[in-house]
Nanobody, 127 residues
């Protein structure tokens, strides 16, 4: 059974930084896994935040976080991190990591394209 466990959430003032981490376990993770972060704010639909497509081939970001967030992974540890800088109140949400073995690039921003999800970690940014 694949498990994804997020950590690193918390409360921070606007302009501050947080680093989220997601640890994957349950099977051997291929370097070709696509790993991503999504978020869901209260009373809003979930949205794509960032992804690393098939190892470290290329990264993708939502326009709303580009230049402020950085996604990275450690293949040896089966972890994916999300460094979040210059946080804004609108970044407040529950953040989820997700993974998929057979990602098609055109669907990388779609939540339905991912097979496994973590339980989420709360990020609260006060203005």
């Amino acid at each position: 059974q694949v498990q994804l466990v997020e950590s690193g959430g918390g409360s921070v003032e606007a302009g501050g930084s947080l680093r989220l981490s997601c640890a994957a376990s349950g099977r051997t993770f291929s370097r070709d896994e696509t790993m991503a972060w999504f978020r869901q704010a209260p009373e809003k639909e979930g949205e794509f935040v960032a992804a690393i497509f098939r190892g470290n081939v290329r990264t993708y970001y939502a326009d709303s976080v580009k230049g402020r967030f950085t996604i990275s992974r450690d293949n040896a540890k089966n972890t994916v991190d999300l460094q979040m800088n210059s946080l804004k109140a609108e970044d407040t949400a529950v953040y989820y990591c997700a993974t998929d073995r057979n990602m098609i690039l055109g669907t990388i921003r779609l939540d339905r394209a991912y097979d496994y999800w973590g339980q989420g970690t709360q990020v609260t940014v006060s203005s």
